[in-house]
């Protein structure tokens, strides 16, 4: 019996690329980007956004996933057995922190998106632009009511790693998956009909290149990659670990990276054209509200809107708790390899992100001081969201494409690659890209970033 089977391996291809994807695909795609759209100022920040999945993370998704198979370990270990008596298990350990970071921020959102079935299923978010701004702020800035939808969002994911209804979780995918993709594309023809929607596709679609002289915008669309991907932090190390000689690693990640860049780009095709239709819309200042002010007043001019509410909203519900459960499965993984037993890391672990999670809740309103915070001049979520996605995942993804490209080897990871007779046509144009350009473009970006940050 080899690694992957005693570690209970994925049945199929299929179930494989559902899970990755159902690990990629959440509130990354369909809250973080139009967001991140909105502040970066639109088109410009699209391209970006795409040089940096296909060029940058997609190679980069490839070496975790094959680091991950080689070592059949968790992303600590894998590090550690692939270069015995090194420091690089420490990039793991980075990864754990992130994992752990994010889960403490993603939850919040999670939360607010369970409260949204209720809220459109029963008509309780109504009316103009004005009062369904009103409510949301009202309904974000309500602490007592959003720490226990948080810890709503924790438990399930908690119960869900233990209650051993992860593979039904990643089963249900199959039908959740094509049944999102069809609602988005349903609401994006919904928007684009729309009066103003014209302005709101130029300003998606016709990219303002003097954007792109700020090097904010290319740090942002980074993260946001690394964060959309489930990059970076070793997720795909880790899934990667379950998977069989038999599934070509190649033609997975490029599902998945597909899949994930589809519903971030039909999300944008939905909040800007439905966006720029509300008289006196500013993109910029959406912040983490974008969605949950445009798209009510989106379901308000469909009949049958408030089903169509309700039905977005569970979906969405569904596809952040497949990523929920990989971002706790990270720090998981590390403790059970180091000899915890599963169920006592798992309710540590969700101990500890609930604690991590309360000044992010209390930091939309509920709390002044953690509203904006010296210095940084932004709250509590926002800061952790910018430690996370745009500063650990891309120095996780530059040293892990490091790791790979140049102390285990591209050449090995190619023979991981091809191990069982399959073909990697594009073998010499992944090692290049894994050995310098993935490592080179991360690290300017880190690099001028930073330089812009103490300049100004
Ligand atoms: N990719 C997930 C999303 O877009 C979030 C995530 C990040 C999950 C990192 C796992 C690891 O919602």
């Known amino acids: 019996m080899n690694a992957n089977e005693s570690r209970g391996a994925w049945g199929s291809r299929i179930g494989f690329i559902l899970a990755a994807a159902g690990s990629a695909v ?11 759209v909105g502040r970066g100022g639109g088109a410009a920040f699209v391209l970006v956004y795409l040089f940096c999945v296909f060029v940058i993370c997609f190679p980069i998704m490839i070496a975790e996933l094959a680091l991950g198979r080689s070592s059949s370990r968790s992303p600590i270990e894998a590090f550690a057995v692939t270069k015995p008596g090194t420091r690089w298990w420490l990039v793991g350990v980075l990864g754990v922190c992130a994992g752990v970071g994010i889960l403490s921020f993603y939850a919040v959102i999670a939360g607010w998106t369970i409260a949204y079935i209720w809220f459109t299923a029963t008509g309780a978010v109504a009316g103009n632009t004005e009062q369904i701004g009103a409510f949301f702020s009202a309904f974000v800035a309500s602490g007592g009511r959003n720490v226990m939808m948080t810890i709503l969002v924790l438990v399930t994911t908690a119960c869900i790693l233990l209650g051993g209804v992860r593979k039904g979780i990643e089963r249900a995918s199959k039908v959740m998956m094509p049944a ?6 349903a609401l994006a023809l919904r928007a684009l009909t729309l009066p103003g929607a014209t302005q709101g596709l130029a300003y998606y679609m016709r990219p303002d290149f003097s954007l792109l002289a700020n090097p904010q915008v290319f740090n942002a669309a ?13 997720c795909m190390i880790t899934y990667g670990s379950y998977l069989s000689r038999k599934t070509s690693i190649v033609v997975s990640a490029a599902w998945v990276a597909g899949l994930d860049t589809a519903v971030a780009l039909l999300a944008g095709l939905i909040i800007f054209p439905a966006g720029f239709s ?19 007043r989106l379901f308000d001019t469909m009949p049958g809107g408030h089903l169509f509410g309700a039905a977005f909203f569970v979906l969405l519900t569904i596809a952040a708790l497949t990523s929920t459960i990989s971002l706790l499965e990270v720090p998981t993984a590390a403790l059970v390899d180091r000899g915890w037993e599963r169920k006592k890391a798992v309710l540590a672990l969700t101990a500890l992100v609930t604690v991590l999670a309360i000044p992010s ?4 309103g509920a709390v002044a001081s953690l509203s904006s915070l010296p210095v940084v001049n932004m709250p509590f979520l926002d800061l952790m969201a910018t430690v996370w996605n745009n500063w650990a995942l891309p120095i996780g993804g530059l040293l892990i494409a490091i790791f790979v490209g140049w102390v285990w080897g591209a050449d090995n990871a190619i023979a991981e690659l091809t191990a069982e007779g399959q073909t990697l046509p594009g073998a010499p144009l992944w090692a290049f890209l894994i050995k310098y350009v993935c490592p080179l473009a991360i690290l300017f970006i880190i690099v001028m970033t930073a330089r812009g940050m103490f300049a100004a």
């Open 361 to 364: 809740v209390l930091s939309q």
């Open 180 to 185: 999102l993709l069809f609602l988005l594309i």
């Open 222 to 234: 980074l993260g946001q990659a690394f964060f959309s991907l489930s990059l970076g932090m070793g």
């Open 278 to 296: 509300i008289a006196g819309f500013d993109p910029t200042a959406g912040g983490p509200g974008l969605i949950f002010t445009v798209l009510p």
């Open 26 to 36: 959440g509130l990354g795609n369909i809250w973080g980007f139009p967001m991140q």
